[in-house]
């Protein structure tokens, strides 16, 4: 059994609602959505998909004086603001590229860039090749990057999950594992990714949150640099700049703009709830409680944009969906009507670590290579496909346009793991780490 219609109704509503006040940004420039999505957030262009939120509404922060000159002030606390004194590391689990250190030890010669990321994030993913080339150029004039990876979901607590990543998109600056988010706390960050430049004497000097600003954000570096005694002038700016969206993802109308980020975890769903938001899943027998087996029907005939719809056996988990038994010929399937130019999705392996496939259909047909992300296969016969063999995001639709499409995954597999969609917006396709 689906939401009856005036409970669908009230969703909606509330999701217009949510949805409006992001797009005012509130008062103090900040996320006032009270669910998780990807919402615009102190960047120059009105970004749709810069930004990925935590859960829990931002605390109120001193609004910096952008005429002022920062300085320490002690009395403050350790608040990750502008102007007052950066907190140290906190709670790390562990260490990549790096043997352990504290930031108070950078002092006096080095200015460190703090970036808040996690490897299932795509808004990060998309800014890692900045990060790179700032590395490369600047770290023999006194600049540190610090990636602080704080995970969004338990599998991203493994090191070796991390270090997958790493590895993989060639990230040589130190990574550490905030798995606790001791470090995430103690800066009061709210956002993936959240960039924090700290100068010679540990004062924060400049935040960014989101994507986007790259030009911004390397004067910055270069301004602080400078400070250093350090003849930055030499060094080639990079003046990348910021990507444009469809003009059609930035519509008020929640049902016509950009998908938000879908979550398919009770966790997420029932924290939406709580704080007066919109559910992802769109099932009333979702919300009988966790892990349990529920037969899921989807009777609607039309899907609405923006949330999960289900059919088959699923288990609901904390944060994710689990197909609930082996099938033979994908009778099962999670299905979003999505509006968006790109398509992630985030999966992982089973319990027995053995890969699987997982069917991909848009619109009932099989995805053609122009529609394709990157991971998307083909067998003999044409079926379109991704392989699961490692936990971490996939690409699935990467389209010419924003356009509006029904997204049907299915695996015969009961090692089927869903935890979360992302979407984006870009007018051109976003450079890979």
Not at 152 to 158: A, C, S, V
Request: proline share 6%.
């Amino acid at each position: 059994m689906t939401f009856s219609r005036n409970l669908l109704s009230i969703i909606v509503l509330s999701l217009l609602l949510a949805l409006a006040l992001a797009a005012c940004g509130g008062a103090n420039g900040t996320d006032t959505t009270d669910e998780p999505t990807s919402t615009p957030r102190a960047t120059a262009t009105p970004s749709v998909a810069s930004v990925d939120t935590d859960d829990a509404p931002p605390p109120p922060t001193p609004a910096p004086d952008p005429t002022a000159t920062p300085a320490p002030d002690p009395l403050a606390g350790p608040q990750g603001s502008v102007g007052l004194l950066a907190p140290d590391l906190a709670g790390i689990s562990s260490y990549i590229n790096t043997e352990p250190f504290t930031l108070e030890e950078l002092r006096g010669d080095k200015v460190v860039l703090i970036d808040f990321w996690t490897y299932t994030c795509v808004n990060c993913i998309r800014t890692l090749p900045f990060i790179k080339e700032w590395h490369e150029k600047y770290k023999d004039a006194g600049l540190v990057i610090v990636g602080v990876h704080a995970p969004e979901f338990e599998f991203e607590k493994l090191e070796e999950n991390v270090k997958m990543a790493v590895d993989e998109w060639g990230i040589e600056y130190p990574v550490v594992l905030d798995n606790d988010h001791g470090t995430w706390d103690a800066f009061l960050n709210r956002s993936w990714p959240a960039k924090y430049l700290i100068d010679r004497d540990g004062v924060i000097r400049y935040t960014h949150f989101g994507e986007g600003e790259y030009i911004e954000t390397e004067d910055e570096i270069r301004k602080v640099l400078a400070e250093l005694d350090t003849d930055v002038a030499g060094i080639e700016h990079s003046n990348i700049e910021d990507a444009d969206f469809h003009l059609d993802a930035l519509v008020q109308d929640p049902l016509e703009g950009l998908t938000r980020e879908l979550y398919a975890g009770v966790e997420r769903n029932y924290g939406a709830l709580q704080y007066g938001g919109s559910p992802y899943v769109l099932h009333e027998e979702y919300y009988h409680g966790l892990g349990r087996v529920v037969e899921y029907e989807d009777t609607e005939e039309e899907h609405y944009n923006q949330f999960i719809y289900l059919q088959g056996s699923w288990i609901n988990e904390l944060e994710n969906l689990r197909h609930a038994r082996v099938t033979e010929n994908y009778e099962d399937y999670i299905l979003v009507n999505f509006k968006a130019a790109e398509v992630n999705v985030v999966l992982t392996i089973g319990d027995s670590d053995d890969p699987y496939d997982v069917r991909v259909l848009i619109n009932d047909e099989p995805v053609k290579e122009e529609q394709a992300g990157l991971d998307v296969q083909w067998d003999d016969e044409g079926n379109s496909f991704i392989t699961v063999e490692e936990p971490r995001m996939y690409r699935v639709i990467q389209l010419d346009d924003f356009e509006g499409h029904e997204l049907k995954l299915s695996s015969n597999s009961d090692q089927f793991r869903v935890f979360a969609y992302t979407f984006g917006a870009y007018v051109e396709e976003q450079p890979l780490p």
